[in-house]
């Protein structure tokens, strides 16, 4: 194995919304490593969003005859069986790994009966899941496994790293504007405002490209100018080089061409003193 695949299998953390796993700590990495591979699809959807998903599990380094482990991430829609219409609601195919099937699930862990050929799949649908907020990295449905024959205090073996299926969130449409600034500003001093266009789970907002413009209570502010979003701006930008000069309570406003609008708490404006 490659040195950089060692480093990397020894500080693989998965984050399944549930605890944190860590698959290797040392030599022998592969060897504590579960049997198989599982991919899902669709890998990308929006905050707020309700989808059908398709976990397919192969057996695609050995044979499988044990159990097969799912962690549903916290924030996602509960996994049941009892109704085929509501949300969360799981059932399985087994292709061609006959036998294979859902043998319960405890709080957000599926437990599968599997028996699987090498290089034969099957496949858990996962209904009507709503997407959470945003995780920097994706969220992955953990999955371990561990063979019959194996004791019974054995413990199952997660996934390799790259075996995991991940499902990336990413923001919906824009429903606002959230601006981060100072309470407290010297007359005549420039401080910056960062101003994120942001959909209605608070998650930066997708695919955003307003142009902003600013006001102020202050008649003899410096504003920036109207600025352009852009795609690299990922719906957040820093406007620096405001500067208020009236002493008091002042604000500052930020508009949008869309017309959202977001306004400043109050700013304290103390004099300049040399």
Known sequence: MAVRTVRRVRRAVLCAGIGVLVVASAGGAASRVGVGKMTVSPTRVSAGST?????????????????????????????????????????????GCAGTRIAGIAARR?????????????????????????????????????????????????????????????????????????SIATAGVPFAATVRAVDPF????????????????????TLPAPYAYGPTDASQHAFTGIVLRTPGTQRIRATDSHGFTVESGPITVSPFSS
């Not at 969130?169 to 824009?174: D, F, N």
């Not at 608070?202 to 502010?221: E, K, L, V």
């Open 51 to 95: 989808t059908d998903f398709s976990l397919t599990f192969l057996a695609d380094s050995a044979a499988l005859k044990g159990t097969t482990l799912v962690d549903v991430p916290r924030g996602w829609s509960k996994p049941q069986q009892t109704s085929p219409s509501g949300p969360g609601y799981v059932e399985l195919q087994p292709s």
């Open 110 to 182: 599926i437990v599968i009966t599997t028996k699987c050929p090498r290089r034969h799949l099957f496949r858990l649908l996962y209904h009507r899941s709503e997407a959470p907020l945003l995780a920097a990295d994706g969220y992955i449905f953990l999955t371990q496994t561990r063979p019959s024959a194996a004791r019974k205090k054995t413990p199952f073996k997660p996934l390799g790293p790259r075996k995991q299926p991940v499902v990336r969130v990413r923001g919906a449409a824009a429903s606002g504007l959230f601006m981060t600034v100072t």
């Open 202 to 221: 608070g998650n930066n907002a997708a695919d955003y490209t307003g142009t902003m413009t600013f006001t102020s209570t202050d008649s003899a502010a």
